[in-house]
């Protein structure tokens, strides 16, 4: 079965600052990896996602993501986060073939003071 | 847009009553899946449904159970409702096979009393 590690349960920054979000994932084969993010409030929304070719990947809002797959990480990126980035953030896996399942990390609250 | 609906949003329960949640996707999607938020720990998989009346357990399945009579619905029941069960569920559907990405509801903020 696969698990995933989210390095921070929480992160406070100042608008401007850049953004790194670690995540790491065990599994033994190959998997898709995504980032979703819930701002207060509302639903749980896809932010990016690698299933394969280029693993730097480009999400909404001027986010992306590196897959390291040496590493089994899947770092979350922003150059300079601004107050509304303020949300929680969840790295998933899921293998690649078959019926498979999302498996989510603990998640990341992110809080940008104005 | 897919469209994934939730029954209710806030629900209050009494310890011992059976609960149903109610969810809806409009995509035709084949995947359905139900998971419950706590604080500090991400989301959980509770069970999930590849198909018309098959049923999975996921994670934590211990106190629930699930019904899905077609395809664009999935129910999670709560056969005798706990406090422990206080939590956010959340729904999600999802297309095919081969790890293809999941579409969210708005959650069930469930109370048990």
């Known amino acids: 079965a696969q698990s995933v590690s989210q390095h921070n349960h929480h992160v406070i920054l100042s608008e401007a600052a850049s953004l790194e979000l670690g995540c790491n994932y065990s599994?033994?084969?190959?998997?898709?990896l995504f980032w979703y993010v819930q701002y207060p409030g509302q639903h749980l929304q896809l932010l990016l996602k690698?299933?394969?070719?280029?693993?730097l990947v480009k999400g909404i809002k001027g986010f992306e993501a590196e897959f390291i797959k040496s590493k089994f990480s899947f770092n979350l990126r922003k150059p300079s986060v601004q107050w509304s980035d303020t949300a929680e953030y969840f790295c998933?896996?899921?293998?690649?073939?078959?019926?498979?399942?999302?498996?989510f990390g603990k998640g990341t609250m992110l809080l940008v003071s104005p | 847009d897919v469209k994934v609906t939730q029954s209710s949003r806030y629900l209050v329960k009494r310890t011992g009553e059976k609960v149903f949640l109610e969810c809806v996707q409009d995509?035709?999607?084949?995947?359905m899946f139900w998971y419950r938020q706590d604080p500090g720990l991400g989301l959980r998989l509770i069970y999930f449904?590849?198909?018309?009346?098959?049923?999975e357990k996921g994670d934590i399945p211990e106190g629930y159970s699930v019904s899905r009579e077609k395809k664009e619905r999935f129910s999670l029941i709560l056969e005798s409702a706990s406090t422990n069960q206080t939590s956010m569920y959340l729904c999600?559907?999802?297309?095919?096979?081969?790890?293809?990405?999941?579409?969210f509801g708005q959650g069930t903020r469930l109370t048990v009393v």
């Open positions: 998933a896996v899921t293998p690649n073939s078959g019926y498979s399942t999302l498996t």
């Open positions: 449904s590849y198909d018309v009346k098959m049923k």
């Open positions: 995509m035709d999607h084949e995947n």
């Open positions: 599994y033994g084969g190959t998997v898709n």
């Open positions: 999600a559907s999802s297309q095919g096979q081969g790890g293809t990405e999941a579409f």
């Open positions: 690698y299933f394969s070719g280029d693993p």
